[in-house]
């Protein structure tokens, strides 16, 4: 071997024993906790997560609709929930349909027998063996008053059912009317006599993440009623007044 090859060889071992030494030196000095001697970091590609919408709750509470099934009064009329569903979605809101039961429960009012002097008995005679419209105080013949019915009315629906949702008084949409036996915003309806019934349907469109739900009837004559079908109602909800005539 040359002297000039050996020359070579001894360089070349001396260079890789001098690289070993230097990455010993900085690898000691890496698990030392030299932070300067770490390798520089690489950016994190980060993606946005998708909005998410908080879900929805229930559009109706289940405990809600049985104590509305059971049914709300004041004086003249006794108001029943007896079914709900929905009916469609749109734009974030909800159509919800409401079956309801409505039963004349106002009490018979005295009337003095004179003014009913003159008056057509339809009943053919009949009406005090069936209940009729009127019948004789206390039953004596020589009395000079009746108990009469009375009629218990709503003129409009429009102006007196609405829809309580967190305190916005929703008035009934117009396709209530095309429902089978569904209430015409601008008809309204007659329970002539005591215990007279009527089934009705309302519809409503309503915002679908509403907190809390109640159908209510204005009626400033007896009473307002108030059916919670969703949370609890805000008492100042229910202090909204809409133009029409009273119910009574």
Same mark, same amino acid.
């Given at each position: 071997?040359?002297?000039?090859? *050996?020359?070579?060889?001894?360089?070349?071992? &001396?260079?890789? &024993?001098?690289?070993? =030494?230097?990455?010993?030196? !900085?690898?000691?000095?890496?698990?030392?906790?030299?932070?300067?001697?770490?390798?520089?970091?690489?950016? /994190?590609?980060?993606?946005?997560?998708? %909005?998410?919408? $908080?879900? %929805? *709750?229930?559009?109706?509470?289940?405990?809600?609709?049985?104590? %509305?099934?059971?049914?709300? =009064?004041?004086?003249?009329?006794?108001?029943?929930?007896?079914?709900?569903?929905?009916?469609?979605?749109?734009?974030?809101?909800?159509?919800?349909?409401?079956?309801?039961?409505?039963?004349?429960?106002?009490? #018979? =009012?005295?009337?003095?027998?004179?003014?009913?002097?003159?008056?057509?008995?339809?009943?053919?005679?009949?009406?005090?063996?069936?209940?009729?419209?009127?019948?004789? &105080?206390?039953?004596?013949?020589?009395?000079?008053?009746?108990?009469?019915? !009375?009629?218990?009315?709503?003129?409009?629906?429009?102006?007196? /059912?609405?829809?309580?949702?967190?305190?916005?008084?929703? #008035?009934?949409?117009?396709?209530?009317?095309?429902?089978?036996?569904?209430?015409?915003?601008?008809?309204?309806? $007659?329970? &002539?006599?005591?215990?007279?019934?009527?089934?009705?349907?309302?519809?409503?469109?309503?915002?679908?993440? *509403?907190?809390?739900? =109640?159908?209510?009837?204005?009626?400033?004559?007896?009473?307002?009623?108030?059916?919670?079908?969703?949370?609890?109602?805000?008492?100042?909800?229910?202090? %909204?007044?809409?133009?029409?005539?009273?119910?009574?």
């Amino acid at each position: 071997m040359s002297a000039r090859t *050996s020359s070579s060889a001894a360089l070349a071992w &001396a260079a890789l &024993a001098l690289i070993g =030494a230097v990455s010993a030196s !900085v690898e000691d000095t890496v698990y030392r906790g030299e932070a300067t001697h770490y390798p520089a970091p690489t950016a /994190v590609v980060t993606v946005p997560r998708a %909005a998410q919408d $908080t879900p %929805a *709750s229930p559009v109706l509470d289940p405990g809600r609709l049985a104590e %509305a099934a059971r049914g709300s =009064a004041n004086g003249a009329v006794r108001v029943r929930v007896t079914g709900a569903r929905v009916a469609g979605r749109a734009e974030g809101d909800v159509l919800l349909d409401f079956t309801t039961e409505w039963q004349n429960v106002h009490p #018979p =009012a005295r009337v003095r027998r004179g003014a009913l002097e003159g008056k057509a008995d339809r009943t053919m005679g009949a009406g005090g063996l069936l209940g009729g419209g009127w019948r004789a &105080a206390g039953g004596g013949a020589g009395s000079d008053t009746v108990l009469r019915d !009375v009629a218990y009315r709503i003129p409009r629906w429009g102006d007196h /059912v609405v829809l309580l949702a967190d305190g916005v008084a929703v #008035p009934l949409d117009p396709a209530s009317a095309r429902l089978p036996d569904g209430a015409d915003p601008a008809a309204g309806m $007659t329970l &002539a006599r005591r215990h007279d019934t009527r089934r009705v349907r309302f519809r409503f469109r309503v915002p679908e993440r *509403s907190r809390w739900i =109640a159908l209510h009837l204005f009626d400033y004559a007896n009473g307002h009623v108030t059916l919670p079908l969703k949370g609890d109602p805000d008492p100042g909800g229910t202090s %909204a007044t809409l133009a029409g005539d009273t119910a009574g």
